[in-house]
């Protein structure tokens, strides 16, 4: 696999000569391993029966979306396709059932309002555990009803853990690729080679997922109910066991009384995050002196001087003004620059090979100098950013190697310095703000219009995360080395806690969503069962609050645990 | 009242630090002690505008660390920020003992490095290092974010153990097979 534009033709014998390193990792058995996985569970089906056709259908189109959200969460940014509402509103809309999508992703996105995978930590794999949970809800046997929503849950909860297993995983086998990679010399030109490995696996974990989670069980579960039903002495209890014939033990959606723990605790705990970002209160934000790089005599060395940065700027979006295919290019390897992440090197093959396409279609002297960033970054320490400030950093790089000044220091400083002081800029303003109002408002309108809830959150997400890079870059170009000093503007800093602190109130808005769109004729003992729910969710949310897994997995047990009780004591459900 | 964190990490102030660590130990000052940066001007000023609302960024040389650590001692919500285990050495060995301990947050791969935990990386002679500052009292752990697990002495002198052992293996492997 070659990412379009990819350039560095190996010269004969060249091959030959290069030091030799361990085993190649291929990046096409994954691929492999996943179209078995999802080809396994059809075999499984034509060999217990015809029945459920459709269903095939179902799994093969999930597990096509899911290899797409699984890009999306590894090595696109992320942008939004990976959040639990987007994934699952999607995936029910492309299997024809989107109602059913958009209640699991509703569920989900209320667990995990706002995930935040700061510096590259890891978080619980939501969409795929969407993906996987939706699969688990519309392929279960229509006997097993009344367990459909719980089942769909627990597993969506234990992909979400898994996901952060398979992550580790693949981010040892990035680590490895860039160890071999080094080790032959660390060729700017074949980084590309590391992050088409690293996008390829990307995308067969998604299919993985479906099929292994959702296809093969499924499918086991079905085989195992008819042959207990039909041989086994006692087989009538075994296969109700297994999911032909669940009693109406169960109340038929306890989703109805459980979303109001989940929206409690989800909501607590976003309060927490919100809280921490705005910590500092807004007023002080909003009078703080506005960051001004300091100037010095012309030719001394000093913060941000202006004859270090070259000659006078062109416009904005003139980083990318280059031939269709070279503009293509570099933004493929923006968009992709997490896809060799690794514990150990993290973004560091992401930026060489951006850097080698920084250097394309140039005249001479800046085609040197940004060979010579390449050599710099390949040959260098772990480097790392938010994605989007990737862009801003892009863009200065373009500026400096096209018109250099009188440069103090290597260029790849600014990518070492910049990378680590705008990632908690991005951070703060993507994860801490924008991202979970974005999610918060989204769940506020899902209530009244659940498709109107899921557009929302796509197209706002798209728009903002496509748009910031678009004008990230620009800004960087104007900007040269002080790109690193961050975003010096008063609106800058301060809206991204403005965003912070508007939380509470969408947080309320999601509240009375809920409550007006609840049946306003239901029983007082439903809606005293309803504040229980809400206080008891709102009390385990708050103490998991920096515990996605643990409030994901409490979430599910307590809700499914007092759904039971109450179903046993015969309180109305509402 | 103690300093609130005193950690280790290559990419000394960014988002794990200012967003993961610094609210929930209510930080006011992030204090770089790093040679590197206090000696150019623009790395300087690059980290003091990266500081977080509300906060601000110092950036100190090591000698000036070393010599006046004890006065933030009760200043409460510093946040101090070190770039590797031989500046940790060379502050320990002028007496540099925070009380709330030292923690190890991200040292990432460079060549002659091997992986002690997913975000620690360490050559030989840095692991020799963490032995002697693990064995010294300074309250090392690792941990990379709070709720995420926590690595404390006895853990990590055993992952250390375990490499030096995979190393020492591999090296008599690597011989055999010659």
Partial sequence: MSLPGGGGETAPGERAQRPRGPARLSPWWPVALGLLAVGLPAALRAAIGPRHAGDLAILLLLAAWGAIVSLDERALGPLVLHEPLVAAGVGGILAGRPAEGLLLGFTLQLVWPGLRPLGGSREPAAGLAALVGLGWYLLLPEPGGPWRFPAALGAAIATASWGRAAEDLLRRRNARREEIWSARGGEAARADRLLAAGAAEALARGLLAIGLLVGVPLAALRASSQILRGHAPGGAFAGAALGVSWSDFMPPEPAVAAVWFLAAGGLVRQAFAARREGGGGLTPALHAPAFRPRRTARGEEGAFPAAQEGGRPESAGSAFRRPARVRAALWIRLLLIQAGFSQAFLQRSGFAALAHQLGRGRREDASLRARALERELAGGRALNTHPATAAALSGALDRLIEAPGREPRPLSRLVEVGGATLAPHADRAFWGAARPCIALAALAIFPFSPAAGLMLFLAAGLVLELGVRALLAGWGRRAGWAVAAGPAGRFSRAAPLAAARLQPALSLAVLGALVASSSPGADPAAWALRGGWFILGGLTGGLARRRGMTWGWLSWGAGAAGTLIARILGLGMG | ?178
């Fill in chain 2, 1 to 178: 009242m103690s300093l609130a964190l005193v950690r280790v990490d290559d990419r000394l102030l960014h988002g794990q630090v200012a967003l993961g660590w610094g609210p929930g130990v209510h930080a006011r000052v992030y204090l770089i002690a790093d040679d590197r940066v206090a000696a150019d001007s623009w790395e300087r000023a690059a980290y003091e505008a990266a500081a977080p609302p509300g906060t601000r960024v110092e950036v100190w040389d090591l000698a000036r660390l070393a010599a006046r650590w004890r006065d933030l001692n009760g200043a409460e919500g510093t946040v101090i920020l070190l770039r590797g285990l031989r500046e940790l050495a060379d502050l320990e060995k002028t007496g540099f003992r925070p009380p709330s301990g030292v923690n190890l947050g991200g040292l990432h791969a460079s060549p002659g490095t091997r992986e002690l935990l997913p975000f620690l990386h360490v050559t030989m002679d840095e692991s020799a290092i963490l032995a002697r500052l693990l064995e010294s009292g300074l309250g090392l752990y690792a941990q990379e974010l709070p709720g995420r697990p926590r690595y404390d002495r006895d853990a990590l002198l055993a992952l250390l153990a375990a490499m030096e052992g995979g190393a020492a293996a591999g090296r008599t492997g690597s011989g055999a097979g010659r």
